[in-house]
């Protein structure tokens, strides 16, 4: 079929992509748990650290953010 292979490649980066996502999660905690306690900077506008830290589009860090937010969250 044409175009199969793209979809394969695209397929195997975006499950790559996302492996790498679950390996950097707790990191990303960790680091926006230490950016709490530091009290520089307002959480809601923390995605553009973490997107800027570890090199995520802005969409990923916007995730990641909100998924670390549920956690305070009654």
Known sequence: ?????LYTR???TQDKER???TLDTKEIFQYLDQ????GEV???GS???VQEKFELC???AQR??????????V
């Open 1 to 5: 079929q044409p175009g199969s292979g």
């Open 10 to 12: 695209r397929r195997k």
């Open 19 to 21: 492996r790498k996502m």
């Open 35 to 38: 950016l709490r306690e530091s």
């Open 42 to 44: 307002n959480m809601f």
């Open 47 to 49: 995605a553009a650290y």
């Open 58 to 60: 802005r969409e990923d």
């Open 64 to 73: 990641v953010v909100e998924e670390w937010m549920q956690q305070f969250s």
